[in-house]
């Protein structure tokens, strides 16, 4: 499972549509576009990983009051023990009329075996 993965199921039943890239028609009132900001490894000794962090910025756009929205999504995110390292409005768009709030968020995840089967 990956980060990204798991942001998808839980916007999904948040209600929420995520989006990438250009609309082709009229984008909807709210949404979110997820960004992949980076996959490292936590700290190891033995130079073997045992785990990997991966972060992601999530923008929320909302033409109506986003702060409930906000709310639910933050809520969501700590009962689901993701990580978050960054909240932020970072403003209202006066030309698409959508306010921009960013939330950046990460988790760790155990490596698992990469054997083949063969």
Known sequence: MSLLSELTTMFEDLGIPVE???FSGKPPEMYAVFTPLS?????????VPNNEIQEVRISLFNKGN??????S???TLLTSEITITERRYIGYETDTGFH???VDCSKCYEIQDLETEI
Do not use: Q
């Open 20 to 22: 990438t890239g250009v």
């Open 39 to 47: 996959d490292t490894f936590e700290s190891f000794a033995d130079n």
């Open 100 to 102: 921009h709030y960013l």
């Open 73 to 75: 999504i933050i809520r």
């Open 66 to 71: 986003y702060i409930k929205t906000k709310n």
